[in-house]
């Protein structure tokens, strides 16, 4: 049957597009591409926290800083009054008790100011190193999505040309045939159709007799006895 050998051009050019599809899901860089999304998730998240981090130590600092200067202004003040004199002795050393806590003070805040200073440009550094492992990461990420594009334009390119010659192929066979070689190729691992060759199913590899041969030929359409393929006598 001429429908048949169509068919079987139909069948080599289907296997093709398969393959093609099956090289369009599993490019190497797919898997890259949705490690990078997700390293960039996570990192974009810890970014997040560490710049919060940043600020609010920024702005304890700022507030430690503005408290201090408002305790050097008033031990400034306290002791000024203290060493103008006039006072009485009580008064005297009551300006000595304040004097004593207002350095008792600034002497905590100064304690403060340093030890917040120190932890600012450790934490400056850390999100400057994110900063610039996210960007890293996101240049990797544009690389291979460029190359996916590629890589895809290359495929749906020969795809297209495949399905062209796919279409021109299965014109001819009539509608019910197709149908059936559609099913077939469902359940049969997209095999739906083979050559008989030197007794031997192209299908399942297993061998007719010749009785079984006789029968395959005069079935409409020929299939094998084995696997149910249909068969190119």
């Known amino acids: 049957m001429p429908a048949l050998a169509d068919l079987l051009d139909v069948q080599d050019l289907d296997l093709q597009l398969d393959r093609l599809r099956n090289e369009r899901q599993s490019l190497p860089e797919l898997e890259r591409y949705k490690e990078l999304h997700t390293e960039l998730t996570s990192t974009e998240k810890l970014l997040g926290i560490q710049r919060d981090e940043l600020r609010q130590l920024e702005l304890d600092t700022d507030k430690a800083d503005g408290e201090l200067s408002i305790l050097e202004s008033r031990l400034e003040e306290t002791e000024k009054r203290l060493f103008s004199g006039g006072m009485s002795a009580r008064e005297t050393e009551n300006l000595r008790i304040q004097v004593a806590q207002i350095r008792a003070q600034k002497g905590s805040a100064e304690e ?121 006598v």
């Open 112 to 232: 403060l100011v340093l030890g917040l200073l120190e932890k600012l440009d450790p934490a400056r550094e850390t999100v400057g190193d994110t900063e610039r492992g996210m960007e890293a990461l996101e240049a990797e990420k544009t690389e291979i999505e460029t190359q996916i594009k590629t890589d895809w334009k290359r495929i749906d390119a020969e795809m297209a040309r495949k399905q062209g010659r796919r279409d021109e192929a299965v014109a001819p066979v009539p509608a019910d045939l197709v149908e059936l070689y559609e099913k077939l190729r469902m359940s049969k691992q997209g095999v739906a159709i083979a050559a008989l060759g030197h007794g031997v199913c192209g299908g399942c590899r297993l061998s007719l007799s010749a009785a079984e041969q006789s029968e395959v030929a005069a079935s409409d359409p020929p299939r094998c006895v084995h696997c149910r393929r249909l068969l190119v």
